[in-house]
């Protein structure tokens, strides 16, 4: 069984920093598409940020200039540094990624971090 350990949330003042962290538990075969969604309270779950496995970045417009992904392949590490922080980042942060296995590929989810940004 695959899952996702996501760490690296908390809270920051508006314009600090965070660095997230996702790594997958347990056994693949090959990762490919990986990246960062959030959710704020009452809103639907965005994406924030995609890498492929060759390195393609795409962002959100909310985040562009501000977050920056990147990923580990060598340790299935994907991050997601985020600076300049706003009151509006606050959501549950989720890490995702495309996994295949011996007998399946499929998407995955974190179980979500929480990061807040306030005064």
């Known amino acids: 069984q695959v899952q996702l350990v996501e760490s690296g949330g908390g809270l920051v003042q508006p314009g600090g920093s965070l660095r997230l962290s996702c790594t997958p538990s347990?056994?693949?075969?090959?990762?490919?598409?990986m990246g960062w969604y959030r959710q704020a309270p009452g809103k639907q779950r965005e994406l924030v940020a995609t890498?492929?496995?060759?390195?393609?970045?795409n962002y959100a417009d909310s985040v562009k200039g501000r977050f920056t992904i990147s990923r580990d392949s060598d340790k299935n590490m994907v991050y997601l540094q985020m600076n300049s922080l706003k009151p509006e980042d606050t959501a549950l942060y989720y890490c995702?990624?495309?996994?295949?296995?011996?007998?399946?590929?499929?998407?995955?989810w974190g179980q979500g971090t929480q990061v807040t940004v306030s005064s």
């Open positions: 890498i492929t496995r060759g390195g393609s970045t």
């Open positions: 995702n990624a495309d996994i295949q296995r011996i007998l399946s590929r499929k998407q995955y």
């Open positions: 347990g056994s693949s075969t090959a990762i490919y598409d």
